[in-house]
């Protein structure tokens, strides 16, 4: 709401995490912090950080997803009266495109993804690039906001999607192996990340009231399914590559 709200919200967050890492450095281990001006310097730089961040989404990213959310619809329905700016296949298909491309480019931005993908490239030794893992996430999210999206416009019943999307989840898993399993369940963890967050459930609540949907809410859990099922296809695509090159 203000500077000094987002500072004090800051504070509450990341005070009682450094208050326990400190208790178990102190009391349970039995050791000094080390560094403490480099550690105090750091502490400060978050607080700000996160207040500045909060503050950016409240201001800025949160009312734009709502606005997006609330005209969006215009796109094939008639509101105030008016009528629909396309025809209602062009204008759903468009809202479908908007959603899946709001999706993809919010996860691309996600600094956590953007870690994840180095830390995997590492451990892999280039077999899983960086670019090819964020890629792919940002793929699958894309297509889970699309499917969310539609669901609150068509209004479907979201358990029969759960069940069908983790059930072709579950069925790739075991035909996965075990780095890449654990690499795609961890990729749906980076979706429920500052960025993705409050802008999809921003737009999909203002989507849902918009278009007179009972509610607004199932876009992030099918957000966090998509990458599951993208991860793991590439992880299947990678897998044949490197098998037809022993081979040849």
Do not use: C, H
Not at 90 to 108: E, W
Not at 153 to 177: D, H, K, N, R
Not at 214 to 238: D, K, N, Q, R, T
Request: no cysteine; aromatic share 8%.
């Amino acid at each position: 709401e203000t500077p000094f709200a987002e500072l004090v919200a800051a504070l509450r967050a990341i005070g009682p995490l450094i208050l326990l890492l400190w208790l178990v450095q102190r009391v349970l281990v039995g050791e000094a912090v080390k560094q403490r001006n480099i550690i105090a310097y750091g502490v400060v730089v978050a607080v700000l950080g996160m207040a500045v961040f909060n503050l950016g989404l409240t201001v800025g990213l949160i009312p734009l997803g709502n606005q997006a959310g609330a005209t969006v619809p215009s796109a094939f329905s008639a509101n105030g009266g008016g009528e629909a700016l396309y025809p209602y296949p062009v204008g759903i298909s468009l809202t479908l495109l908007f959603a899946a491309a709001l999706g993809y480019g919010a996860t691309v931005a996600e600094p956590a993804l953007n870690a994840m993908g180095v830390t995997v490239e590492n451990l892999t030794d280039g077999a899983f690039p960086r670019k090819l893992l964020i890629q792919a996430v940002a793929a699958g999210v894309a297509l889970g906001i699309a499917v969310g999206v539609a669901k609150i416009v068509f209004q479907w019943p979201i358990m029969p999607m759960l069940l069908a999307g983790y059930a072709l989840a579950l069925t790739a898993t075991l035909w996965s192996s075990e780095e890449y399993v654990a690499l795609a369940w961890d990729s749906a963890g980076v979706t429920t990340g500052p960025v993705t967050v409050p802008l999809v459930l921003a737009l999909g609540l203002g989507l849902g009231q918009a278009a007179g949907a009972a509610e607004g809410f199932g876009v992030l859990a099918m957000a966090s399914l998509g990458p599951i099922v993208s991860v793991l296809l590439v992880g299947f695509w990678i897998r044949r590559r490197a098998a037809v090159r022993a081979e040849g």
